[in-house]
């Protein structure tokens, strides 16, 4: 999930806010969440539980149950987020190298980026 919502946190962190382009990867991160929760039973106050949605797509289980659900796949997503945060912050070097490299060029292969990333001194 931190993976999918790179991209959005480095568009905030380069640009103070996030652009439309990473929609599909914030809806995936949400689904996975959401997944991990009521499917899977990857949850803290939830463990060992599923809560998935009848066939007919009406919910199956109670207001509260659906408020906690919720504020689990928050908090995965949350801690997605931060994780992806920390890791940008750690190499916001590269991360501004790329972004300027981006506005130039709209894209970059993998060989481009691992140019890039070399270039740059390490994380301390």
Known sequence: MATMLGGRAAEQLVFGEPGSGAADDLAGANDLARSMVCELGMA????????????????????????????????????????????LLGSRDVIHEIAGALLERETLS?????????????PA
């Open 44 to 87: 803290e106050s939830l463990a060992d539980l599923t809560y998935s949605d009848g066939h007919d797509g009406s919910r199956r289980y109670s207001e509260e149950e659906a408020r906690l659900v919720g504020a689990e796949v928050r908090r995965l997503i949350d801690e997605a987020r931060e994780r992806a945060r920390g890791v």
């Open 110 to 122: 993998a060989e481009e980026l691992e140019l890039i990333a070399r270039r740059s001194p390490a």
